[in-house]
């Protein structure tokens, strides 16, 4: 496949039909063959890819990784069917791979696409992520990696009732992002009948347009209209993004189901298959290639990645002195930032409260500001990622279930983002619950190999902001409002994985165990209870996921099986969770557990307040502790 | 308070220039006497919240129930001491209680609005949430209540950059919503600094206005400007909602912080507020009322919530045939909305998967099709709830994670709003990851006071439909692509907080766990093992929150603590925390757990590849059975 002969002007338009033609019959030919997907989705877009790939994506398609190589994100991803016929037309994937494994088992050709597929920057199927996550992947294009490649996204028309789309586009304007071109596939029909705005194009142009968009109106089935409006979308003469809207017809090219409810997300059966593929002029297998990017530069023109730009100490901490965790994420990341050129910092609109403006004053190259607009937020992170950069967004942690489903995906992409969320839990005090976050543990640790880290003080933060740096998957960093005294020595190592047993003695009758503000309390609550005679061990369980179930199981052994988890969170899914987890799967053992946690909707107050309402602080903690001791 | 006049038309424009002043230095005083609070984002709108409330917001303060009341929504929460103090103003709320009681502990003047205050009709603090709210209760207005009642939100100039205001214009002006009115508070700056798109009102109106809605340029401190513009907007002239856009000043009326930055959520201290209040011209008591409604009618032109609509027997399903829960669902809600006509469903586009299209097909009244917009989807939820109707909205599971956000605050709005989740976990096939909900779980657990259900056949899913109706709180249903065997004989009772033993007897050495799909694979486990004479005890846990923990506490005693639970769901916070969380709270026993859970990212395949891969199907089950037994 090496050997296929690419050129620098692409194929000709009658090569682009005979292309768009294959590029149909391939969608219906897989999907028939693997009884499932959607051929009619694919068959309207048919011919704008065919004019993409054949005359204006400059891709190097034997070497994905090359730097200059434009972009083609599927924000529909259900047009799977079309991406791979795609990947068949340029020689990379065979047609026999197309028709026996397409949505098959243990396949790459999944149902939606995935970057299990080295062409595939970030998995779609979650409509309305696509446009998003392009506009990190331009961000970089332009202020980052400082090339001149194109970041080309097919887009649905349902997809645009997706506010998630807007923010993409309002971000991309702001930003002028002249490297972005959306192309959406206006073919009038959703899965269960007509869109919200069907083929009133000139609305979906108003809507682009007033967004800070140039928009192209097209016949998404004429080819010279579609080639003339790619050329304008990647002349660079405006600051803008581009978006192309190309009314279509789904199914087009097969009369039985043009335009006709009733057919999404289906595949024809072999003999209505046959019949299509028939209108459609028959099976052909042409290889094209289009143009090539230029070569790219020896020495990447942006970011030197082997140059520290300054020097940022990390911060050392006194034992003792008070210190929030997220001005310790602040200082931490900002020290990051200057040993490593690639790390990227993100934030939504509150910097001053997450302290990622400690990184945003010194490094503002590198430093997006994402205003709120948190599912942006998360999807920059993952379009930046895809430039093997080290992206840490934040905001209030409470904001982050905003992007739950951009988390989602982001995992599902194989993408490795950190995420900081300040102001965890009833904490925060008198801005009231809106502001809390209280699920965060549990929906970070639902996430598919995600990371979740709750440090208690500014030593273990700033250990641990390091260590996310160097982390894969999704790695997220729960951070606390007030000041509490720091714990460690600088120079302590905090191990993803790890925990720290800050107090134990041969006879400790009870374990506590907290993070993030609850140690403070555990700990306070140990010297309680030492008064009235009653060691007890405590524990930073600042690795919430993975755990530390050897120092776990080990406590329930020394401490007769008695143990205090408390939590400033939700019963359900955080750190209760996670020991109640991690023991029962560590086999049999006794256990005693009082699980203290956020059971109550709270209100405004202070801190104490809110702590001692919720029963999390260190008079309730340590009236836990007698209280198993008295029963058990 | 209940002798305050109360005019027809309102105060006068100079009348509400007092009352402007007012409410600043109302706004100053109590959140300098909390110490906390967003005087600076109060003072902007003061003028618009005058002029609203004692001319256009046709308000009862005496019945805050009262049917046909305006609704008053302040989507930019944060603006709680404008809020109050307009309360204040009207007499429903003391000055003493303003001033001693604002963000304080156990206070029902939170940091940002909730209903534990009579007037407030949702909880927001979380930006952009309070217009999607909006639409909601707008859509009952006009399609449900038939009221002539008009929806004012405020919105502030940074939440413009989510995308869920996007989505709430859409469908406003869809729905044409000519009862819904956003009033935009541009006064140019953010938390952090200046907002995205600053004092470019144009750039707002044409966005607005490319969302179908009319909009009205003004200053928002020309009284009669905005007189003149809530006039216009409350007209009812043209089928479309108003966006106002007011320029303002944040801080307005305090030269000192006037358009500054630096002073956002700040108070002012003592000595700074004393001098804002002089600038103001010092404290006022004044108590106003604006106009009252039209004296509702005594009967609801809307529905009549005491005439069944139509007779829809409740489907019964014979034990065995093979019925997929998401089509018993749309069976059952069929069925409540015959006996309810306050039932109200709503979807995101894809009510042919979920099946809430026989609802719609049969009360196309009380059917909201919400496109793929699960953010707006939640919210007009939540919105309807607010006028008492009983709203399920249904999507795929995998796309509430969208909505997160808005599922939290609406617990916070004490709201009791319905989800439906389709096509839950690897058992939907060859879709692949991007459609599965394996988070789910997790994340409604963690929802406060939520109702988590996992029905695994058509006639438990049935009992539940109906039992969600009549449940306080959110509440969710996970529902099954594929259909399986009923299980349970028309009739059967399915409490929420129950479960069922579906096998059981004196010689049970091991307990199989299952729910949906799983409890079908443990059940096939159980016959696999009596074959090989072991005898499993097997529960179906539908509802894993509130969970049945005493049948679990009995089968761990009758098996000799070994238990085997099996979900289609990640590890972490689903039906296996919900077990062990259950377990290690009921007090120390010997358990030996197998926890089978979807570890590893899946791909495509067919259900029976991906429950096999994932290692949740009956042989896996069956084995970890055996393994139990011969370790333990």
Redesign the interface.
């Known amino acids: 496949m090496g050997s296929t002969p690419q050129s620098l002007t692409g194929i000709d338009l009658s090569a682009a039909a005979e292309l768009a033609a294959q590029l149909r019959v391939d969608s219906v030919r897989s999907s028939t063959s693997?009884?499932?997907?959607h051929p009619t989705s694919s068959m309207s877009a048919a011919d704008l890819l065919a004019v993409l790939v054949g005359r204006h994506l400059r891709y190097d398609w034997d070497n994905p990784g090359e730097a200059g190589n434009d972009h083609l994100i599927f924000s529909k991803?259900h047009a799977s069917p079309l991406l791979y016929s795609v990947y068949k037309a340029v020689g990379v994937v065979s047609d026999e791979e197309l028709m026996t494994q397409y949505?098959?088992?243990?396949?790459?050709?999944?149902?939606?696409p995935?970057p299990?597929l080295p062409w595939v920057d970030v998995?779609?199927?979650?409509?309305?992520q696509g446009l998003p996550d392009g506009v990190g992947v331009a961000l970089a294009g332009k202020y980052l990696d400082r090339l001149p490649y194109h970041v080309w996204v097919l887009c649905g028309d349902?997809?645009m009732?997706?506010?998630?789309?807007?923010?993409a586009l309002?971000k991309a304007s702001?930003y002028e992002l002249s490297n972005l071109i959306a192309i959406v596939d206006v073919n009038r029909l959703?899965?269960?009948g007509p869109?919200?705005w069907e083929w009133d194009l000139d609305?979906y142009a108003?809507?682009a347009?007033?967004?800070g968009a140039r928009v192209l109106e097209i016949d998404g089935h004429d080819l010279a209209e579609i080639d003339q409006a790619f050329a304008t979308a990647a002349d660079g003469t405006v600051p803008q993004p581009t978006v192309i809207l190309a009314r279509t017809i789904k199914g087009r090219g097969f009369s039985e189901v043009e335009d006709k409810e009733g057919w999404h997300g289906k595949p024809f059966p072999p003999d209505m298959a046959a019949r299509a593929v028939a209108e459609l002029g028959g099976e052909r297998h042409l290889t094209v290639r289009g143009p090539r990017p230029d070569p790219a530069p020896d020495h990447q023109p942006g970011l030197d990645p082997t140059a520290p730009e300054g020097d940022v100490p990390s911060a050392r901490y006194p034992v003792g002195d008070k210190v929030a965790t997220r001005k310790a994420y602040g200082d931490a990341l900002a020290a990051l930032g200057a040993d490593n050129p690639r790390v990227v910092a993100l934030d939504g609109?509150?910097?001053?409260?997450t302290h990622a403006?400690e990184f945003a004053h010194l490094f503002p190259d590198r430093y997006f500001e994402m205003?709120?607009?948190?599912?942006?937020l998360v999807a920059s992170a993952v379009g930046l990622a895809v430039r093997h950069y080290t992206p840490f967004a934040s905001t209030f942690a409470?904001?982050l279930?905003?992007a739950?489903?951009f988390i989602?995906?982001a995992?599902?992409s194989r993408s490795s983002i950190r995420l900081s969320g300040s102001h965890a839990g009833v904490e925060i005090?008198?801005?009231?619950?809106?502001?809390m976050a209280?699920?965060d543990l549990?929906?970070m640790?639902?996430?598919?190999?995600s990371t979740v880290l709750y440090p208690s003080d500014g030593t273990s933060t700033a250990a641990l902001v390091r260590a996310m740096a160097g982390r894969v998957g999704v790695s997220y960093l729960r951070t606390t409002r007030g000041a509490y005294p720091v714990l460690y020595e600088a120079g302590e190592k905090f191990p993803i994985g790890g925990s720290k047993v800050l107090r134990s003695s041969p006879d400790d009758a009870v374990t506590l165990i907290g993070a993030g503000v609850t140690l403070h309390e555990a700990l306070a609550a140990a010297d309680q209870l030492a008064e009235g005679g009653i060691q007890a061990r405590v524990i930073d369980l600042y690795s919430v996921?993975p755990i530390d179930t050897e120092t776990l199981v080990t406590a329930v052994a020394a401490t007769n099986?008695c143990l205090v988890v408390a939590e400033d969170?939700?019963?359900?899914?955080?750190l209760?969770?996670?020991v109640?987890?991690a023991?029962?799967?560590a086999?049999?053992q006794?256990?005693?557990?009082t699980?203290l946690a956020v059971r109550e909707?709270p209100?405004?107050?202070?801190p104490e307040?809110?702590l001692a309402?919720a029963g999390i602080d260190a008079a309730h903690i340590a009236a836990a502790a007698r209280d198993l001791l008295n029963t058990?």
Chains 1, 2 share one sequence.
Request: hydrophobic share 30%; charged share 25%.
């Open positions: 693997a009884g499932s997907g991803g949505r098959r088992f243990g396949a790459r050709l999944e149902g939606h995935t299990e998995a779609t199927g979650s409509l309305g349902s997809e009732a997706e506010g998630s789309i807007w923010e309002d702001f959703g899965q269960r869109t919200e609305r108003r809507r347009a007033a967004f609109e509150v910097s001053n409260s403006d205003y709120i607009a948190e599912q942006q409470a904001f279930t905003r739950y489903d989602r995906m995992a599902i005090g008198a801005d009231g619950p809106s502001q209280l699920e549990a929906m640790r639902a996430v598919h190999d996921k099986g969170h939700h019963p359900e899914g955080g209760g969770s996670a109640a987890d023991l029962l799967n086999g049999p006794k256990v005693w557990l699980h909707m209100g405004s107050g202070t307040e809110l309402a058990r």
